[in-house]
């Protein structure tokens, strides 16, 4: 199986800053991974599939990038709706591994 | 307006069976795969099982391959997942999402349990 990692666990930010969230492969998965932002409380909203390609709706200020073994996810500007819990996702080979998980907090 | 609503979740013992529902409107539910993910309480996703538009192609996580079952019904637009030999491990908010590799539209969850 692809292990999934994400880092940091917990990054404290404030509204206006440039954050980035790191997810590695324990293997090659090519452009094969997405993201995913939850709200406690609520369903997985899909960001970014295959590394880079920003899903219809999302705010322009998403952005992924990587390939191979090392992806990161980028929000350019913080406001206040993104404070939540991002999770990447490989799915190059069954099962579809997650991330363990970022929570953005307000600092 | 896409929506995915799950139904069918609640306490169990352990060793008990229990069936899930997710009922889709608002797209073609058979020209989409579906997939069932969980996330027991605190912690993180995991993708459970999903489905061919037809039903011929199904996988499993390792974990419950043998215990559950996908399947779906393409004339209602339901999709289910028959849950048998739970075990506390189990314990999870089951969602269903459509699509094959990733999931674009989810349900709200519906929260099993398994104590005895």
């Known amino acids: 199986d692809i292990q999934m990692t994400q880092s940091p666990s917990t990054l404290s930010a404030s509204v206006g800053d440039r954050v980035t969230i790191t997810c590695r492969a324990s293997q090659s998965i090519n452009s094969w991974l997405a993201w995913y932002q939850q709200k406690p409380g609520k369903a997985p909203k899909l960001l970014m599939y295959k590394a880079s390609s920003l899903e219809s709706g999302v705010p322009s200020r998403f952005s992924g990038s990587g390939s191979g073994t090392e992806f990161t996810l980028t929000i350019s500007s913080l406001q206040p709706d993104d404070f939540a819990t991002y999770y990447c996702q490989q799915y190059d080979s069954y099962p579809y591994n997650f991330g363990q998980g970022t929570k953005l907090e307000i600092k | 307006e896409v929506q995915l609503v799950e139904s069918g979740g609640g306490l169990v013992q352990p060793g008990g069976s229990l069936r899930l529902s997710c009922s889709a409107s608002?797209?073609?539910?058979?020209?989409?795969?579906m997939n069932w993910f969980r996330q027991a309480p605190g912690k993180g996703l995991e993708w459970v099982a999903n489905i061919k538009r037809d039903g011929t192609e199904k996988d499993y996580v390792d974990s419950v391959k043998g215990r559950f079952t996908i399947s779906r019904d393409n004339a209602k637009s339901s999709l289910l997942l028959q849950m048998n030999s739970l075990r506390a491990e189990d314990t999870a908010v089951y969602y269903c999402?459509?699509?094959?590799?990733?999931?674009?539209?989810w349900g709200q969850g519906t929260l099993v349990t398994v104590s005895s």
């Open positions: 608002g797209f073609t539910f058979s020209s989409f795969w």
């Open positions: 999402a459509r699509g094959q590799l990733t999931g674009d539209y």
